[in-house]
Nanobody, 115 residues
Framework: QVQLVESGGGLVQAGGSLRLSCAAS????????MGWYRQTPGEQRELVAT???????NYADSVKGRFTISRENAKNAVYLQINSLKPEDTGVYYC?????????WGKGTLVTVSS
């Protein structure tokens, strides 16, 4: 069973930085895209950033200029560098992988930003 394991969340003050990591436990024939989503209580899960196999990135408007997504194909891993954190960035961040015709989600890592 494929697992996505996220790490790097935590409690940080506003203006601080974090680096989230996500690694897949299996290899794939074709990875279409990897990405990060976040969810806060009572809200729907929303896109934060995605990156395709070709390296094309897409960001939510609210994080442009502060977040950077990258991937390491050899490790089937994706990263999210988060800078200039704001309290509204608080939430559970989920890793998503689209590969070989399937969609996989991690269990999430909590990011809490204090003001």
């Amino acid at each position: 069973q494929v697992q996505l394991v996220e790490s790097g969340g935590g409690l940080v003050q506003a203006g601080g930085s974090l680096r989230l990591s996500c690694a897949a436990s299996a290899s794939f024939f074709i990875i279409n895209s990897m990405g990060w989503y976040r969810q806060t209580p009572g809200e729907q899960r929303e896109l934060v950033a995605t990156i395709t196999s070709g390296g094309r990135t897409n960001y939510a408007d609210s994080v442009k200029g502060r977040f950077t997504i990258s991937r390491e194909n050899a490790k089937n891993a994706v990263y999210l560098q988060i800078n200039s954190l704001k309290p509204e960035d608080t939430g559970v961040y989920y890793c998503k992988l689209v590969a070989d015709g399937r969609v996989y989600w991690g269990k999430g890592t909590l990011v809490t930003v204090s003001s």
